[in-house]
């Protein structure tokens, strides 16, 4: 698995693909390998149900629909012995000189310009246009309509009231940026990390964000949040980029219902060491 092909997806992936399709296809390319883009192991595993949030009927579906949209392909089926493959297609590249204008008639001096002329032959197209038949259709500031800044009083209101003037006092503060631009489901493993006395830096913005969640749903918070500890013990982290790699490798969570494995019991069970009381056992040591 690698960072590479993750962020291609989440970059150059189809427009026409849903946030569902997304999902299951930066899930996909996590399992898959960088250079041949085929994915290693079972599409049905749980780690990718979990991972995409969906059931396995829905799984197949989204399959289908990614496949039909050519954003994935098809390899080899399901068999007895091996799991179905899967290849991520190659994108193209946003509109560069290497792809056709989408514009079915640009304007250039070989067109002809689409519009109407807007000569003296050709009737104005705005209905009600502004000329001396038509009204102003704005009441003008004049004496008749009274000043709404100004009250009945005949007081004006300041532009900028000092902090003694009611309008300043019913100001409310300015708000505080709410989450600081981290998602909701991140903000465990921040907050653990920082707790912790680890203080990096997280530059990832919007999308960049995806590869993280996908981490954080196979293999949690706590088990990113040790490797993380570790791996600061070792040498100066400044960013949490230097992570990645090894959240990536890290074991999926285990399957719901997972027990550990029963420890074999010993004979007559534990007994704590006690000096002997028999004085002769020193003696013969002497």
Not at 37 to 58: C, D, H, I, Y
Not at 213 to 224: H, R
């Amino acid at each position: 698995m690698g960072i590479r092909l993750i962020v291609e997806v989440l970059t150059s992936a189809p427009e026409a693909l849903t946030h569902r399709e997304k999902l299951l296809l930066v899930v996909l390319a996590e399992d898959a390998n960088d250079d041949t883009r085929v994915t290693w192991n079972s599409v049905e595993r749980p780690e990718v149900l979990r991972g995409a949030k969906l059931s396995r009927s829905q799984l197949y579906a989204v399959l289908k629909s990614l496949t039909a949209k050519g954003a994935l392909e098809k390899l080899t089926a399901g068999q007895k012995n091996g799991a179905a493959k899967y290849r991520i297609a190659k994108f193209p590249e946003s509109q560069c000189q290497g792809f056709r204008d989408t514009d079915a008639r640009p304007q250039r001096p070989g067109i002809a310009d689409t519009d109407q002329p807007q000569c003296p032959g050709t009737a104005d197209t705005e209905p009600n246009r502004q000329c001396q038949e038509n009204a102003d259709t704005e009441p003008s500031q004049c004496q008749e309509i009274r000043d709404v800044s100004v009250p009945e009083s005949g007081t004006p209101t300041p532009l900028n009231p000092s902090t003694t003037t009611p309008l300043a006092s019913r100001q409310e503060s300015p708000q505080q940026p709410d989450g600081y631009g981290i998602p909701e489901a991140a903000r465990p493993l921040v907050d653990g990390i920082t707790a912790a006395g680890v203080y990096v830096r997280w530059p990832f913005k919007g999308n960049a964000w995806f590869p993280i969640l996908s981490m954080i749903s196979k293999s949690g918070v706590p088990a990113m949040v040790d490797h993380a500890l570790k791996a600061a013990a070792r040498t100066d982290v400044q960013s949490a980029k230097y992570f990645l790699q090894g959240w990536s490798e890290l074991p999926p969570q285990p399957a719901p219902g997972a027990s550990r494995p029963q420890l074999r019991a010993v004979a007559g069970g534990y007994q704590p060491y006690r000096n002997p009381t028999d004085q002769s056992v020193y003696d013969e040591d002497l």
